[in-house]
T-cell receptor, first 107, second 113 residues
């Protein structure tokens, strides 16, 4: 059983579209991470949030602790947003990761 | 550099060979993590260091995997007698202390032929 579930697994969008990626988790957590992984493999931390909403540029992350659900939104998507987006939750001192959502934004 | 540095970026080895993967964390970061990421999957925890102490190695898949961080900075993940199923991206991350955001390296892509 996966403690962290993401949907969709794959997402193709046209440039300019509004993107939503969802993450549900089953463990009790204090915070949730959204990460971005480009084809080269490196991972960049986008957000760490424990309540409410955070915004950074065109990226918005929301979390509902009671419902154990988080969403990552991308407004005015651009081809350079193409990457794998991974949510992760801290558990037992390390992180448990979702399988990731592969986003492709077409020009 | 200011980030987590991993080397080599790519490693190809024949089945049965030993490999060593290096992680240079951000200076001053106490916590260091190793993760294994199979193709199409999210990363999975391997092991965790706090300074030079290996506090958790529950994710190491077999006794062929060994990690060390002797001086509390650079860490090495060693895989002995490699098998094809060891092919994956190995990610290293560090954080200032446990519970703080982790900073990831670019990973080492290991291919076992």
């Amino acid at each position: 059983k996966n403690e962290v579930e993401q949907s969709p697994q794959n997402l193709t969008a046209q440039e300019g579209e509004f993107i939503t990626i969802n993450c549900s988790y089953s463990v009790g957590i204090s915070a949730l991470h959204w990460l971005q992984q480009h084809p080269g493999g490196g991972i960049v931390s986008l957000f760490m949030l424990s309540s409410g909403k955070k915004k950074h540029g065109r990226l918005i992350a929301t979390i509902n602790i009671q419902e154990k659900h988080s969403s990552l939104h991308i407004t005015a998507s651009h081809p350079r947003d193409s990457a794998v987006y991974i949510c992760a939750v801290p558990y037992g001192g390390n992180l448990i990761f979702g399988k990731g959502t592969k986003l492709s934004v077409k020009p | 550099g200011a980030g987590v540095s991993q080397s080599p970026r790519y490693k190809v080895a024949k089945r049965g060979q030993d490999v060593a993967l290096r992680c240079d964390p951000i200076s001053g970061h106490v916590s260091l993590f190793w993760y294994q990421q199979a193709l199409g999957q999210g990363p999975e925890f391997l092991t965790y260091f706090q300074n030079e102490a290996q506090l958790d190695k529950s994710g190491l898949p077999s006794d062929r995997f060994f990690a060390e961080r002797p001086e509390g900075s650079v860490s090495t993940l060693k895989i002995q007698r490699t098998q094809q199923e060891d092919s994956a991206v190995y990610l290293c991350a560090s954080s200032l202390v446990g519970g703080q955001p982790q900073h990831f390296g670019d990973g080492t892509r290991l291919s076992i032929l």
